[in-house]
């Protein structure tokens, strides 16, 4: 009987403390969250969930550098191979021999007969051998470049797929060749014969797939968006299944440009297109403008390969598309569907609801599956192997985690998971952390497996990285289903990190950049009725962007600061005069939640003042957890105070006035006669910079007012009439 599971483990978070701060899950429970972990004897469903994987057993190395293609065999299977046109056979207990070395340096193709006689189709200049007894005889040397599949018929005759000329031939008992028909592609890629005799024929190029009935009637059953039909498995029932491709990894470099044949896609019997009334066969060569590699070429946007189901009446439909993997082999065996993809040597079973990932061969490759008497076989290539695959599942395995990032040193919580285990089953779990992004010999060593509710997570150390392992056992054919898992984590506090405090220049502003000062006015508001400073309304809800106003008295205070949690800050402003105790700082405002603040300082006195801010994440953390930051500005000159006219002494036509301000440095002095334009003076010494400037002005005959403004740092301004200066 099955027992359906809810394990919790039990972590270090209490639950006050989970209150404190944001709590986050690691969580998988869809086919993306899972595939992102490593399965070792495991398989992830169609929608996720881990089960035992079905068996597959390696049987023997291939030490060549490419593997294309396998054939079962009385005593095993063959298998053909390149870049040394080498047909090899693996026998039952794993041992590996050449058979022929051929050559041309690939094999493509190979098929066996039931007397154990082997054909195999070698490219470039392609033949077919037929290989027994430790002979191997030329039966069909064409001038077609490439072989690409051989079958036989319902007959027992020879099937040969081929390209460049893309053409199917049928050989005859006595050896005589007939071309069933010419595609306008320029290979004809795959082949495989249905229970009544028909015979489906695959192209590269437009991506066609083609029928041949018994009476030599051709149709196109599909017209496919990717160019290249790779590959068929049949049903018992006459229906089948082909992978379509669009792929870089394809072995067919479609950069040539593709043939055309007028009105028909394909010509049947020896024909090469439409007679033009002379006896002359047309060709139209359509020249190829996008650049191809493999058969992708580079404006191509759809999947990369696609899997459609072919009905036995001959309608069409798509099963399955992968947007990122090459599907480079298709088996159908005991009722069931698998296939081999490629970069990462996947191999996947079809069900209903999609695919399930039974294994990861070693080879990047799975370019071939074949059925046997012993079970169905792949090979694979870059790692060339030969695997088996039994029947039924392994007993155990184990699944890990990738390894999942918390992005700050973190406690883990609480561990669950929820599935479904059978009588005698059951499922270990294990934990481990580190501060490495690649486990290593800093990481904690694994927990102590556990399938029972008591494993504490105190065997896991805070840390940045994460995983977790789950240990399948299966009893008999009955083996436990991992449906979902959760691992729940908190980031410990970092303290906030003030970056930046700034303080604009006297009477700069912060506004909202939509801020139109010839429509809108702002308001002076108070956010501490108990203090003395007012500020602006400065943060409308739609408010993003900042710029910069004038406006008299008001001083702004402008910062950056982060916090390495993702925690919101809430901000303090302090002010004291410079020099005074540390303890005397006196509030400005609290508990902001912006990074400027633009306040009027016309409230204080003159003199020298030092803002400090705090910022802190104690609206997000409670508590003893709660950390700040904080960051005391350089001195700051607060001066109200305009310059005043120290002295002035009149010789003639000329007056020079001695002009001091107590705490900021003159910037401006200008002059105007008798309400005339403002013109610049320049200071006795060649610069109006100092808290003392003298200025010697000239005085027009017959001038009535002769007016004197200054303008200090802080922008203070007055003005004097020289000709009535002040008593």
Same mark, same amino acid.
């Given at each position: ?13 209490m ?10 899950i ?37 030490e060549?550098p ?39 340096p ?26 027994? %007894? =430790? *002979? &191997?005889? /030329?039966? !069909?040397?064409?001038? $077609? ?5 051989? #079958?036989r018929?319902? @007959? +027992? ?11 199917l031939?049928?050989?005859?008992? %006595? =050896? *005589? &060749?007939? /071309?069933? !028909?010419?595609?306008? $592609? ?5 082949? #495989?014969?249905?229970? @009544? +005799?028909?015979?489906?024929a695959?192209?590269?190029?437009q ?8 009476? =030599?009637?051709?149709?196109?059953l ?11 498995t049949?049903?018992? @029932? +006459? ?23 007028n ?11 439409n007679?033009?009334?002379? +006896? ?34 001959g ?8 947007q990122?993997?090459?599907v ?39 370019p ?7 079970g ?22 184990t ?20 599935g ?47 995983q ?10 009955r ?20 970056e ?30 108990e203090?003395i400073?007012?500020?602006?309304r ?8 900042l ?12 910062w950056k ?18 020099g ?10 609290d508990?902001l939640?912006?990074?400027h603040?633009s ?42 105070t ?5 002295s002035?002494?009149?010789r ?13 440095p ?6 105007s ?23 010697r ?31």
């Open positions: 009987m099955n027992a359906r599971f809810l394990i919790l483990f039990s972590g270090l978070l639950a006050a403390n989970l209150e404190a701060a944001e709590v986050k690691f969580r998988a429970d869809t086919r993306k969250t899972f595939a992102e972990g490593t399965c070792e004897g495991t398989s992830i469903g169609p929608l996720g969930g881990i089960d035992l994987a079905r068996r597959v057993e390696r049987r023997a190395a291939i060549e490419y593997v294309f293609t396998v054939a079962s065999h009385p005593d095993g299977w063959v298998i053909g191979t390149g870049n040394s046109g080498r047909v090899l056979r693996v026998t039952g207990d794993g041992s590996v021999e050449v058979l022929y070395a051929a050559a041309e690939e094999v493509f193709a190979v098929h066996t007969d039931r007397d154990g006689t082997v054909l195999a189709g070698t490219s470039p200049q392609g033949k077919v051998y037929a290989i027994a %007894g =430790g *002979e &191997a005889t /030329v039966v !069909f040397d064409p001038e $077609d470049a490439y072989i690409w599949d051989l #079958a018929d319902r @007959d +027992g005759r020879l099937l040969v797929a081929t390209g460049l000329q893309g053409r031939y049928r050989l005859e008992p %006595g =050896g *005589e &060749a007939e /071309v069933l !028909f010419e595609s306008v $592609d320029s290979h004809v890629r795959a082949l #495989a014969v249905l229970p @009544d +005799g028909s015979i489906l695959g192209t590269a190029g991506g066609l797939i083609l029928r041949l009935a018994p009476d =030599g009637k051709l149709s196109t599909h017209d496919a968006a990717q160019p290249e039909v790779l590959g068929f049949v049903r018992d @029932d +006459g229906g089948a299944y082909a992978a379509i491709l669009a792929s870089e990894a394809s072995f067919v470099d479609l950069s040539a440009p593709p043939r055309a044949a009105g028909n896609n394909q010509t049947n019997g020896n024909g090469n297109g007679d033009n009334g002379n +006896g002359e066969a047309e060709v139209t060569i359509v020249v190829q403008s996008q650049e191809t590699v493999g058969s992708r070429s580079s404006g191509f946007t759809g999947a990369r390969s696609v899997v459609v189901e072919i009905a036995p009446e309608t069409v439909k798509e099963l399955q598309s992968f990122d993997e090459t480079h082999s298709l088996l159908w065996h005991e009722g069931e569907l698998w296939l081999g993809t490629g970069q990462e040597g996947k191999l996947y079973r079809h069900v209903d609801q999609g695919l399930v990932l039974e294994r990861e061969l070693e080879g990047r490759q799975v071939a599956l074949v059925a046997g008497d012993g169905a076989a792949a090979v694979t290539t870059n790692g060339g192997a030969l695997y088996q695959l039994p029947g039924g599942t392994v007993v155990q395995g699944y890990t985690s990738a390894v999942l990032d918390a992005g700050q040193v973190a406690r883990f919580g609480s561990f669950l998971w929820e479904t285990v059978a009588r005698g089953a059951r499922v270990e779990i294990e934990l481990r952390s580190g501060m490495s992004l690649v486990p290593d010999a800093t990481w904690t060593s694994w927990s102590v497996a556990a399938e029972a509710q008591e494993l504490s997570l105190q065997q896991v150390p805070h840390g940045r990285y994460v977790w392992r789950a240990t399948l056992r299966g009893k008999g054919d083996g436990p289903h991992l449906e979902r898992a959760e691992l729940s984590y908190r980031q410990e506090n970092l303290q906030p990190q003030i930046s405090l700034e303080v604009l220049d006297p009477g700069e502003i912060l506004v909202p950049g939509t801020f139109n000062p010839q429509n809108q006015t702002f308001e002076p508001w108070s956010p501490n009725r203090g400073f007012t500020s602006l400065e943060k409308p809800a739609n408010a993003t962007h710029k910069t106003l004038w406006k008299r008295g008001y001083r702004t205070l402008r600061a982060s916090d390495a949690n993702g925690d919101e800050l809430t901000y303090a402003l302090r002010f004291r005069r410079d005074d105790e540390d303890d005397a700082w006196l509030a400005i405002v508990e939640d912006e990074t603040y306040f009027d300082t016309t409230v204080i006195a003159d003199g020298v003042y030092r803002f400090r801010l705090t910022a802190s994440d104690d609206s997000t953390r409670q508590g003893e957890e709660a950390l700040s930051d904080e960051r005391i500005s350089e001195p700051v000159v607060i001066d109200h305009p310059p005043r006219l120290e002035l002494t009149r003639e036509a000329t007056i020079e006035v001695e002009l001091r301000d107590q705490l900021s003159i910037r401006d002095v200008v002059s006669v008798d309400a005339g334009k403002w013109q610049g003076i320049t200071a006795e010494d060649g610069l109006v910079d100092g808290r003392r400037e003298v200025i002005v000239e005085v027009p005959a017959g001038a009535r007012m002769l007016l004197l403004r200054v303008t200090d740092a802080a922008f203070n301004v007055v003005s004097f009439d020289l000709l009535h200066p002040p008593q």
